[in-house]
């Protein structure tokens, strides 16, 4: 497994799984299937999936790490933030809804539970 860019006029593309880690590593926002970057950041990305030793494509040439490879570990680790993500937004939205009071006991209820 490897992280592919594409070179897309001024940026980096990596598409499907590789979002997940881009995510996960950098807070790079997914959008559809595809998570973008300017060009002027590789260095830094490929830096730091060089120091987690993440195998990736880079304008046809590959890094890899053979056994040490990460991708797997940081893929699931990727897909765990996305979702706990999603699911806080879809809490938030929610809360958005409520009239004061309600969110205020809900509010309240949820301190109580994190200062358990």
């Known amino acids: 497994m490897f992280v592919v860019f594409r070179k897309v006029g001024g940026f980096y593309h ?19 299937n ?19 030793k993440i195998n990736y494509e880079l304008d046809g040439e590959k890094v890899n790490f053979k ?7 940081y893929l699931e680790k990727g897909k765990v933030k ?3 993500k999603r ?14 009071k309600d969110l205020k006991e809900i509010l309240n209820f949820i301190e109580g539970k ?3």
Do not use: T
């Open 14 to 32: 990596v598409f499907d799984d590789d979002c997940y880690i881009l995510n996960y590593l950098f807070n790079y926002k997914i959008i559809g």
């Open 34 to 52: 595809r998570v973008g970057f300017p060009i002027n950041s590789i260095n830094k990305v490929v830096n730091i999936l060089e120091d987690k």
């Open 67 to 73: 056994r040490k490879n990460n991708y797997e570990k």
């Open 82 to 84: 996305y979702n706990f």
């Open 87 to 100: 699911d806080i937004e879809k809490i938030y939205d929610k809360l958005d809804k409520l009239n004061s």
């Open 114 to 116: 994190l200062d358990e």
